[in-house]
């Protein structure tokens, strides 16, 4: 039963990775709240130190020194990873963030963490830093890997849309970092409680630019599918060899076609053969043996992102109509206990 539902959990995140890792990281973040309150500059120390390995590899590596390089399959490389691609951690967390500004601060949950908001939005700065750093670097490093050409580029919409958001990327990692600085406290000291709530307003534009950036993203990875030198999709959790094999150029068509046939016939001998398990009985593999599509992910992923931002353009306006309400009525009445 429990490896059942672990199976499922699994299939969802397979299924739609983003939504998943707002119920985990909200989740988290309620069951830790106090703590990150109580000892905000030990949580920024712990997510920062994966970022200053980052920094530190990429420095060694200029120097041919390996001794920073974490494979893939550690826990650090797996950090590592997940703060270069920013899909499973930050993206969500910024989400999250941007939502507890639209929820009421009368339910216990949005309270709770609107009581670590700026702890939150400054722990979400370290992993965003280095996503930014190495797409930057990527684009002015090797100009082709975002601005492609030739037999690759299968769609020039496609193309075009990557290009551009990939461009927006550029401008909302500068306002990012803007805003993630002027977070610390010693900022806002220094800013001043007016200054700083309108710079801090700009985060409303950096919403709009998240949504354009993760959808052109993902239309333009569906118009032009697997480009050469065309980036992965923003939020991906699971990659399918299939499909590479199934693409792969093969010079000698008699190879093709053999390794074509081959390949049928490996499929209809499974379909034909059940799995077995240890009693020689037929094995349930459950939710684990589900596939869904590249292209059916994608889709969801898309309705995914309609749905949080949709329902963001809702809530917000209504809170903020709330609020005016609430400070009319506040003055109202100390204006009444004034005369």
Not at 98 to 127: C, D, H, Q, W
Not at 151 to 167: K, L, P, Q, T
Request: overall charge positive; aromatic content about 12%; glycine content about 6%.
């Amino acid at each position: 039963m429990i490896k059942l539902l672990f199976d499922f959990i699994q299939f969802l995140y397979t299924l739609a990775p983003l939504l998943m890792s707002l119920a985990v990281l909200t989740f988290i973040f309620l069951l830790l709240a106090k703590s990150i309150k109580k000892h905000a500059v030990i949580y920024y120390f712990i997510f920062a130190i994966p970022a200053i390995l980052f920094i530190l590899r990429q420095i060694f590596s200029s120097y041919g020194i390996t001794a920073l390089e974490f494979s893939r399959g550690s826990v650090i490389g797996s950090i590592l990873r997940e703060y270069v691609h920013a899909s499973g951690f930050s993206f969500p967390l910024l989400i999250i963030i941007m939502y507890i500004g639209a929820l009421p601060t009368r339910n216990r949950y949005v309270k709770r963490l609107m009581m670590i908001r700026k702890e939150l939005s400054i722990i979400s700065g370290f992993p965003i830093l280095i996503h930014s750093w190495v797409r930057l670097r990527m684009a002015f490093g090797s100009f082709d890997y975002f601005f492609g050409s030739g037999e690759a580029v299968r769609s020039s919409i496609g193309a075009g849309f990557s290009n551009a958001v990939y461009m927006l990327g550029i401008f909302m990692a500068i306002l990012f970092l803007i805003l993630w600085v002027t977070s610390f406290d010693v900022m806002h000291k220094w800013l001043g409680a007016s200054r700083w709530k309108q710079i801090q307003r700009w985060s409303y534009v950096l919403y709009a630019m998240l949504f354009i950036h993760s959808m052109g993203i993902q239309v333009g990875s569906m118009l032009n599918p697997r480009g050469r030198g065309m980036p992965k999709p923003a939020v991906e959790v699971t990659a399918t060899t299939t499909d590479a094999l199934d693409n792969r150029k093969v010079e000698n068509p008699e190879t093709q076609q053999r390794a074509e046939r081959g390949r049928h016939s490996k499929l209809e001998t499974e379909a034909a053969i059940p799995a077995a398990g240890k009693n020689g009985h037929q094995q349930n593999q459950g939710f684990a043996g589900i596939n869904v599509s590249s292209q059916t992910k994608r889709h969801i992923h898309i309705a995914s992102l309609l749905l949080i931002f949709g329902s963001y353009l809702y809530l917000r306006p209504r809170k903020a109509k709330q609020d005016a309400a609430k400070k009319i009525a506040k003055d109202e009445k100390n204006t009444r206990n004034d005369k």
